[in-house]
């Protein structure tokens, strides 16, 4: 049999798969087609979402050091442009006095918040114990029995004892914030100082078109965040 045979019998062959194909796929309507194409897809999307979130709060430390940076760094962002644009500032000098800027204010929210709502523990503390006093002596005189009277002291003790676990526990997490804040700091400096050489690396293999899409869309989405957060901050210091 000569290769020109061989070739004729072979189109001969495929030609009825193909025409059961094309029949198999006309049963199927195309909306159902579209449909399926549509769910898988969306499948994968949701299992990739729920991979990273699982990754997400097994690394929370990370994740919140990362969003404290970005947070951070939109808020401060046109300190850095002023000192690079105006000043004629190297990158890594600019992003230095920012961070150091951004640290002095995070660390001047943080004693405000101990001096406003440190001296309210101890008198809550304080007010318990005076109140619990009071009833007890009050308990004494109308002559109660002295069973009713310990029982008002061991749940006076119970409170005291949840007010002093609950100041605890706000303070045993004091060591993972500063972990978070001395992460988010450096990230924060370094998005300043090379975030812009980052970013131009991440959209080289796109096209101009979409590149200075993407660009602007992220540059406004900085500034909408950054620009809440100084507005919100601003609002504040009145109080």
Known sequence: MTPEDRQSEDRASSEPRSEAGAAGAALVPGWLRRMTALGWRSLVVV?????????????????????????????????????????????????GVASLLALGTVLVIVVLVVIAFAPYVGTMIQTVREGVAQIVSRLTELGAPPALV??????????????????????????????????????????????????????????????????????????????YLRGESAALLPI
């Open 47 to 95: 299992a990739l979402a729920a991979v990273i979130a699982r990754l997400a709060l097994a690394l929370s430390t990370t994740t919140l050091a990362i969003l404290v940076g970005a947070i951070v760094g939109a808020t401060f962002l046109p300190v850095v442009r002023y000192l690079r644009v105006e000043r004629s500032w190297s990158p890594g000098r600019a992003a």
């Open 150 to 227: 310990d029982y008002v002291r061991r749940l006076a003790t119970g409170v005291e004892g949840w007010l002093n676990g609950a100041v605890g526990q706000l303070v045993g997490p004091v060591g993972t914030l500063v972990t978070i804040l001395i992460l988010g700091g450096f990230l924060t400096f370094y998005l300043l100082a090379d975030g812009d050489r980052a970013w131009a690396r991440l959209t080289a293999e796109l096209d101009d078109r979409n590149a200075d899409t993407l660009t602007s869309a992220a540059v406004e989405a900085l500034e909408r965040v950054g620009g």
